[in-house]
């Protein structure tokens, strides 16, 4: 089973919103994020959060 590499975001807000396709209901999505601010500088990485894809 190939396993698909999810797509890198920037995001503006805090909270962001995943879609996914119907036929991918019942896997799990694996997120992290950190902050960048306005000089690029990076912060540290979030814990691993995971979530089971709604049918």
Aim: glycine letters at 10%; charged letters at 30%; aromatic letters at 8%.
């Amino acid at each position: 089973m190939k396993r698909r590499r999810p797509p890198l975001r920037k995001c503006t807000r805090p909270s962001f919103r995943a879609e996914f396709k119907a036929g991918e209901g019942g896997k799990t999505a694996v997120s992290m994020a950190r902050w960048v601010n306005t000089r690029g500088e990076k912060g540290p990485w979030s814990e691993i959060a995971t979530a089971t894809v709604a049918a």
